[in-house]
Protein backbone atom coordinates (compact mmCIF):
# COMPACT_ATOMS: atom_id res chain seq x y z
CA UNK A 1 0.00 0.00 0.00
CA UNK A 2 1.61 3.09 -1.05
CA UNK A 3 1.54 6.37 1.08
CA UNK A 4 3.28 7.18 4.31
CA UNK A 5 1.96 4.64 7.79
CA UNK A 6 3.36 5.28 11.26
CA UNK A 7 3.87 2.11 13.78
CA UNK A 8 4.83 2.24 17.29
CA UNK A 9 6.51 -0.29 19.09
CA UNK A 10 6.57 -0.76 22.78
CA UNK A 11 10.31 -1.56 23.59
CA UNK A 12 9.80 -2.76 27.12
CA UNK A 13 7.99 -5.70 25.57
CA UNK A 14 10.23 -6.40 22.92
CA UNK A 15 12.93 -6.15 25.07
CA UNK A 16 11.66 -7.35 28.36
CA UNK A 17 13.88 -6.72 31.87
CA UNK A 18 16.21 -6.90 32.48
CA UNK A 19 17.67 -6.72 28.94
CA UNK A 20 15.94 -3.68 28.33
CA UNK A 21 17.93 -0.45 28.73
CA UNK A 22 18.19 2.60 27.41
CA UNK A 23 21.20 2.27 25.64
CA UNK A 24 19.90 -1.16 23.89
CA UNK A 25 16.73 1.19 23.07
CA UNK A 26 19.31 3.91 21.26
CA UNK A 27 20.87 1.32 19.25
CA UNK A 28 17.52 -0.02 17.92
CA UNK A 29 16.62 3.13 16.75
CA UNK A 30 19.47 4.25 14.66
CA UNK A 31 19.39 0.85 13.41
CA UNK A 32 15.79 1.06 12.49
CA UNK A 33 16.32 4.36 10.91
CA UNK A 34 18.82 3.03 8.33
CA UNK A 35 16.45 0.69 6.83
CA UNK A 36 15.63 1.42 3.33
CA UNK A 37 11.73 2.48 3.26
CA UNK A 38 11.80 4.01 6.64
CA UNK A 39 11.06 8.00 6.57
CA UNK A 40 11.56 8.56 10.06
CA UNK A 41 11.99 7.19 13.49
CA UNK A 42 10.92 8.89 16.84
CA UNK A 43 12.64 7.31 19.92
CA UNK A 44 12.14 7.89 23.59
CA UNK A 45 14.40 5.64 25.42
CA UNK A 46 13.19 6.60 28.91
CA UNK A 47 9.13 5.42 27.80
CA UNK A 48 10.47 2.80 25.88
CA UNK A 49 8.80 3.24 22.69
CA UNK A 50 9.66 3.70 19.27
CA UNK A 51 7.74 5.21 16.13
CA UNK A 52 8.41 4.54 12.55
CA UNK A 53 7.24 6.60 9.67
CA UNK A 54 7.83 4.02 6.75
CA UNK A 55 7.11 4.63 2.75
CA UNK A 56 4.20 1.98 1.87
CA UNK A 57 5.75 1.23 -1.22
CA UNK A 58 9.07 0.72 -0.41
CA UNK A 59 8.56 -1.24 2.41
CA UNK A 60 5.94 -3.39 3.98
CA UNK A 61 4.05 -3.03 7.47
CA UNK A 62 4.94 -7.48 7.64
CA UNK A 63 8.30 -6.45 6.28
CA UNK A 64 9.37 -3.52 8.93
CA UNK A 65 7.57 -5.50 11.88
CA UNK A 66 10.25 -8.76 11.28
CA UNK A 67 12.90 -6.27 10.61
CA UNK A 68 12.26 -4.36 14.69
CA UNK A 69 12.13 -7.53 15.97
CA UNK A 70 15.34 -8.80 14.14
CA UNK A 71 17.14 -5.86 15.06
CA UNK A 72 15.78 -5.77 18.69
CA UNK A 73 17.43 -9.11 19.37
CA UNK A 74 20.63 -8.95 17.62
CA UNK A 75 21.39 -5.62 19.57
CA UNK A 76 19.76 -7.07 22.86
CA UNK A 77 22.19 -10.19 22.44
CA UNK A 78 24.86 -7.75 21.43
CA UNK A 79 26.12 -7.07 25.13
CA UNK A 80 26.18 -8.80 28.46
CA UNK A 81 22.94 -7.80 30.49
CA UNK A 82 23.41 -7.33 34.43
CA UNK A 83 21.10 -6.75 37.64
CA UNK A 84 22.36 -5.87 41.13
CA UNK A 85 20.05 -5.61 43.72
CA UNK A 86 21.38 -2.52 45.68
CA UNK A 87 20.78 -2.79 49.58
CA UNK A 88 21.82 -0.78 52.51
CA UNK A 89 21.70 2.83 51.02
CA UNK A 90 19.88 4.34 53.16
Known amino acids: ?10 LTSL ?6 CASCAERICAAVSGLAGVIDVACDPEAGTLTVTRDGAALS ?24 RLTGLD
Not at 15 to 20: Q, T
Not at 61 to 82: C, F, K, P, Y
Open 1 to 10: MAGQHTHEYD
Open 15 to 20: LPSPRY
Open 61 to 84: SRELDAAVRRITAEEAGAVAHASY
